[in-house]
């Protein structure tokens, strides 16, 4: 099979221009759902009466519809209330509302690990439970949810195929401009697997980094 290389040379500055700004989406839906899946974990945790449902009730909602459905309820539906916001805003709401329940279940299962002597312990010492969940139960649940939240960040920015369906000049949607202007579908699905590719590979190895050199500080190796 031979490639088109001036072709694909030639469109080089598009592609990075697209996957900077794909990154850029991915980055702030991660932070977004990062933030809200510790918040409804807590959430989870505790108890809290009259949130705790409403929690439950978002992650079973954001799990099981897709993002393209998302996306198009946020973008078009919104509309019908006067609420409008860009297709930038809508992309890093999109992927936040998705990211937060799979990274809340992932804090869960990080919390619920931390044995409940040192839970007891942290309150005989008159710790309150902010303090306690701030100091014992979040760094010791940190090493147990890295390899969860690692996954669910891949998967984000994996996920961020999808906002090309609101018009935003992503590595997708520019992908599927070039085939449609110029037929040149290997090259550009070419271009498309190579972006992607450098920008998971990196974030994989160092989430992979990351995770034994927390495994090694808790374990004493």
């Known amino acids: 099979m031979n490639l088109?290389?001036?072709?694909?040379?030639?469109?080089?500055?598009?592609?990075q221009k697209a996957a900077w700004l794909t990154l850029k989406?991915?980055?702030g839906g991660i932070v977004v759902s990062l933030i809200l899946g510790l918040l409804c974990s807590a959430i989870l945790y505790y108890r809290v009466r009259g949130i705790e449902k409403l929690v439950r009730v978002y992650i079973e909602v954001s799990r099981n519809t897709p993002l393209l459905i998302q996306l198009f309820f946020l973008y078009y539906g919104f509309t019908k209330f006067g609420l409008t916001m860009s297709e930038n805003t809508c992309a890093i709401l999109g992927i936040s509302f998705l990211g937060?329940?799979?990274?809340?279940?992932?804090?869960?299962?990080?919390?619920?690990?931390?044995?409940?002597i040192q839970i007891e312990?942290?309150?005989?010492?008159?710790?309150?439970?902010?303090?306690?969940?701030?100091y014992i139960i979040l760094p010791q649940a940190f090493s147990v949810t890295i390899p969860a939240v690692g996954a669910n960040c891949i998967f984000l920015l994996k996920e961020t195929?999808?906002?090309?369906a609101i018009a935003i000049p992503d590595l997708m949607n520019l992908t599927q401009d070039l085939i449609?202007?110029?037929?040149?579908?290997?090259?550009s699905l070419f271009m498309l697997v190579t972006?992607?590719?450098?920008?998971?590979l990196p974030l994989s190895l160092c989430l992979n980094w990351l995770e034994r050199k927390v495994r090694y500080a808790e374990f004493g190796n």
Not at 121 to 134: A, D, H, V, Y
């Open 100 to 116: 937060g329940s799979y990274m809340a279940e992932a804090f869960r299962g990080g919390i619920e690990s931390v044995s409940k």
């Open 161 to 164: 195929s999808i906002v090309g």
């Open 4 to 15: 088109n290389w001036e072709f694909i040379i030639s469109n080089i500055p598009l592609y």
């Open 180 to 187: 449609g202007m110029y037929y040149q579908t290997v090259e």
């Open 195 to 200: 972006a992607y590719l450098m920008m998971i």
């Open 121 to 134: 312990s942290g309150l005989s010492i008159g710790l309150t439970k902010i303090q306690l969940f701030r």
């Open 25 to 27: 989406l991915a980055a």
